[in-house]
Every structure is written in C-alpha cells, then in structure tokens.
C-alpha cells in the first residue's frame, strides 16, 4: 500500500457525506484502514472574502441520522428521516413539522419520496412506504440490506442492496417489477447515492467505476460505460467505484468515482463526452454552466459543461466536505462541523459560512426554491436562504 493511503481512505470513509469500505464477500463485516500516519489537526475554517446576502431561515429537530442521511424536497414539503426510525414532513418554508412517524426500527438511509409516497429502508433488510400523511402502504423484503438511498419516480421505487442487486418496485403496491446484477469487486465502497431516475431510463453507478443505463420497464440495458478503470497493485489500491449520484442534465449524465475521475456521457447512447482525473469521496452536482465536485482532498472544482477547468477553492481542505448543491450565485457545501458554506460560483471565493448544531453535514445539501437545507448526525434540520 502506498505510504498515506490508509489515512486517505480512512478520511474519506469517515467524512460526512462519504462512504465506508466493506469486503464483498459473505459473512465478512467492514473493512476500515486506519493504520497508518496520524490525521493531521482540521484546520481552523475560512473567512468569507466575497459575502453575498444570505441568512439562517429555520433551524428544527427531527433525530440522529448517519451518513447518506439528506431531506427530500417535493413542493412546498420537505420529507426527512432519522437512523432510529423517525420519518416527517416539514413545510419547507418555515420548518414546521406537518406530520411525524416513528416506525420503530433502525433506518440506514435517509428518505426518497415523490409526495405522494415516502419511502425508506431498514436495517432488517424491508423498504417500507408511506403515503404523503404519513400512513404506511406497504412493506416488502429486499433479500439484502438496502445500501443506497431509495429513488422515488415516474410510479418506480428503485433502490441498490448490499449484493449489488438493483430492484424495481411499483410504488403504488410495492409489486417487485424487475432486478438487475453484477458481480462485485473483492473490496467496494459503501455509499449512499441514489440512482437517477429519468423518463424511460434509470442511470446508476456501480461498484468497479462503472455506470448503467437500464430501461424503466424491465430493468434491460441499454448501455454501460466505465467512468473509470481500477488500478493498482492492491484491492485497495484498485477501488474505483462511483460515488454520490450520477446527475441527469439535459442529454448527458455526468457521475464521479473514488481514485478516479469525473466524466459526462451522453444519456442516449453512453458515449463518452469528456472526463478529467479528480478522485472523490462524495460527489458532484451540475447546473446549466458548471459541473463542480469536491475531491477527496476536500478542495472543491468547477469544471465547464465542455469538461475545461474553471477554478479550484482549496481552503476548505481537512475539513471533510460534503458534495456541493449549486444554489443561484453560490455552490452550497458543509463540513464535519456542522458548518455551512457558500462558495462563489464565478471564482470560488468563500461567500458565506452558517453553524448549525457543530455535528458532521450528512449527506449534500438539497434545494427547495432559494434555500439550501442540510441535515446534520447530530439530528438538526437546518436552512440557510439566499436574500
């Protein structure tokens, strides 16, 4: 293993919104590297350099989440969930809670929902659905513990489970509709990210760098491209998986892997557009002008739609940044403090900074209108709005 690595991954399998590693193999539990060098000390956090008007909108409580953990906004509701089984609906402009639920078992993601149907999946290995009240529709085995956020559209809840198996199921009945496999690498990254579902193709990132584009109706493929190929002398030296969740932007599909690259496809056919070398623990966001990533250094770039390098914000670096959200002028990111800050979309300068509770961002921080609204471990629901 290359002096440093150990230290490397360790860091980004602990921060917020990252991933963990765990051994494909049966019976085997996961897999942290921690030897190696000590962490050096996070860094104190940047000043704001080129302030834009924002302010801290609403702060609420809901419960303890883990990583991977993020509100869903659907209209005017923000739907959340909690580790310990806690499931609400809050009204996005203000926090109010409408309704809350505690189904009574451990959750390990946090929610997908359409609004019409609230979706999450436990530790016992069930995804269980709930109407837009908050009364549970159903509730149906998965055969294996669910290890990305359910994905909630056009009438499908799909998720990815710890066998590398990817389910379809109707989301009116819970009505498996098809599943699609691959075989898994000896070591892959647990992570979160949902898969994207978009009209007649769901597109999802694999373990080994991989990304696929599966037909709706019957789970067929209909291409598969590698956004980056495993190398190295080790396994770990070897993981490439893709991380967060591949991003749908008009025709093309863009998607980041762990030591490997970021790329854009074309979403029709798989055809490779563009991709350059930047390794992330996390993800990445795109906007009509920008496709901005944090790497595993937690420096965040910004790349134009062409794949050219627009600039690069490093003062953010040890402080275990989540994936960006791109919110208007800024670039919305939080910390492993609880911090949350906005970033320059024209030149990455520091533009804001706003605490929450002082516990890790758990997941990157979602959109509702002109507001960024992040979930922290420590269980605070929190919105920062845009003036």
Known sequence: MRRGLAARLGRGARRAAGATLVLALAGCGSFWPWSGPQ?????????????VAARAAWTTRVGPAGVG????????????ASSDGRVARLEAATGRTQWQVDLGRKLTGGVGSDGDRVIVASRDGSLTALDGNGRQVWSVPLGAEAVTVPSVGLGLVMVRTSDNRISAFESDSGKRRWTFQRQMPPLVLRQTGAIAIAPGTAFAGLPGGRIVALGLQNGAVRW?????????ATEIERIADVVGSPLVSGREVCAASYQGRVACFE????????????????GLDVDARLVSIVDDRDQVHAFSRSGASVWRQDKLSRREVSAPLSLGPVLVVGDAKGLVYLVSRDDGAI????????TAIAS????????????????TIAAVELQ
Do not use: Y
């Not at 962490?39 to 704001?48: F, I, L, R």
């Not at 598969?224 to 190295?232: D, F, T, Y």
């Open 351 to 358: 533009a804001g900074r706003f605490p929450t509770d002082g």
């Open 364 to 379: 990157a921080p979602v959109a509702a209108g002109r507001m960024a609204i992040v979930q922290t471990t420590g269980g």
């Open 69 to 80: 953990f993020a509100p869903v906004v659907v209209g005017d509701s923000v739907f959340v």
């Open 224 to 232: 598969e491209a590698s956004v980056s190929q495993p190398r190295g």
């Open 39 to 51: 962490k050096p000390p996070m860094p104190p956090p940047p000043e704001v350099s080129a302030p």
């Open 267 to 282: 979403a029709a056919s798989g055809r490779q557009l563009w991709s350059r070398d930047v390794s992330s623990s996390t």
